[in-house]
C-alpha cells in the first residue's frame, strides 16, 4: 500500500469567504449566505496575505473531512499539526495481529524485514492458537510488544482526519520542498481543494509566504 487521500468532503466555503469581510459591517443584517464576486475577491485578497499575519482567519471557517493513508514514518511528522484532527483511526493495538503486514507496507519497505517481521506474527498466532491452558499470559504479551516494537516505519495506517484550509496553507508551504515524495503528493492533493489555490496564494513566489 501507498500514501492516498480518498472521500475528500469540503464544507463552508461561501459562508467563510463572506465572513471575512465581517470586521468591516456595523450591523451583520446584511452579512447573507450567498457569496458575491465582491466577496470573492477581498477572501482571495485577505487569504494570501503572510503566514502570522492574521488576515487569513476566515481560511478556518473552510473544513475538510478526507480519509488518509500515511506510513509511520510520516505519521510522525502529521501529528504535529495541532488544527489537523484525527476522527478515527485503523488500530495496531486492537488489530496487529490481523494485518495482512507485506501489502500494508510501502513498497520501499526492506523485503528481509518483512519477512522477518511475518515470522514473529506467524510465531505469534500460532501461539495463540494453541489450547488455552497451555498459554502463558506473560510470553503471550511478551511476543505482542515484540510484534508492536518492530512494526516497520513503511507501515501504512489509515485514517479519516479533519482541518481547515488555514491549516493545510501552513502544512503546504512547509512541506512542499520536504524530502518525502508522500509530502508532494499531500500538496498535490491540496492544489485539488475548491479555490484552494487562489484562496491561500500558495503557488505564488512572493517572499511573504
Excluded at 80 to 93: E, P, V
Aim: net charge positive.
Amino acid at each position: 500500500m501507498e500514501f492516498k487521500i480518498e472521500n475528500t468532503a469540503v464544507y463552508g466555503i461561501d459562508k467563510a469567504i463572506i465572513a471575512s469581510g465581517n470586521a468591516m459591517r456595523t450591523t451583520m443584517d446584511d452579512n447573507t449566505i450567498k457569496m458575491s464576486e465582491k466577496d470573492l475577491k477581498r477572501g482571495i485578497l485577505l487569504g494570501q496575505t503572510g503566514l502570522g499575519e492574521g488576515h487569513d482567519q476566515f481560511l478556518t471557517g473552510i473544513l475538510v473531512s478526507f480519509d488518509l493513508y500515511a506510513p509511520l514514518f510520516q505519521w510522525k511528522e502529521i501529528q504535529r499539526y495541532k488544527f489537523l484532527n484525527f476522527i478515527s483511526s485503523q488500530s495496531t493495538m486492537h488489530r496487529l495481529a490481523k494485518f495482512d503486514v507485506k501489502t500494508q507496507c510501502v513498497s520501499d519497505t526492506d523485503e528481509l524485514i518483512l519477512n522477518r517481521y511475518q515470522q514473529l506474527l506467524d510465531e505469534y498466532n500460532a501461539y495463540n492458537n494453541q489450547e488455552k491452558n497451555n498459554i502463558d499470559p506473560s510470553k503471550q504479551k511478551s511476543m505482542w510488544r515484540k510484534l508492536v516494537a518492530s512494526l516497520p516505519c513503511g507501515f501504512v495506517l489509515g485514517a479519516t482526519m479533519t482541518t481547515n484550509y488555514r491549516q493545510l496553507k501552513t502544512m503546504y508551504l512547509q512541506r512542499k520542498n520536504h524530502k518525502l515524495k508522500e509530502w508532494h503528493e499531500f500538496c498535490h492533493w491540496c492544489e485539488t481543494l475548491p479555490y484552494f489555490i487562489e484562496l491561500t496564494g500558495v503557488k505564488n513566489n512572493d517572499s511573504k509566504n
